[in-house]
Nanobody
Framework: QVQLVESGGGLVQAGGSLRLSCAASGTIFSDNALGWYRQAPGKQRELVAVITSGGTTNYADSVKGRFTISRDNAKNTVYLQMNSLKPEDTAVYYC?????????????WGQGTQVTVSS
């Protein structure tokens, strides 16, 4: 089992910045990926950014150049630095841990943190 605790959400004006943090605890495989997803009202949950245990990153096209994902392996923590925020970034942001086992992968989710960007 993996427990994920997010922090850092809030209300910000368009053009502003926020930094989300997610602390992971429990059984984290050496081969894993930590990521951020978001879900806006009436929409499906979508990938925002992900970073593997090897440091490879992937971003949604809508956030490239504005958001940066990073991780501190010593602290089992993943961060999402969000700059130049837009009203369309408003959503609940969820932290995800994907453990990659030999025969299967296992997904764990945080409780979510609200990000609201006002115009």
């Amino acid at each position: 089992q993996v427990q994920l605790v997010e922090s850092g959400g809030g209300l910000v004006q368009a053009g502003g910045s926020l930094r989300l943090s997610c602390a992971a605890s429990g059984t984290i495989f050496s081969d894993n990926a930590l990521g951020w997803y978001r879900q806006a009202p009436g929409k499906q949950r979508e990938l925002v950014a992900v970073i593997t245990s090897g440091g490879t990153t992937n971003y949604a096209d809508s956030v490239k150049g504005r958001f940066t994902i990073s991780r501190d392996n010593a602290k089992n923590t993943v961060y999402l630095q969000m700059n130049s925020l837009k009203p369309e970034d408003t959503a609940v942001y969820y932290c995800n841990c994907n453990n990659k086992g030999r025969w299967a992968t296992y997904d764990y989710w945080g409780q979510g943190t609200q990000v609201t960007v006002s115009s």
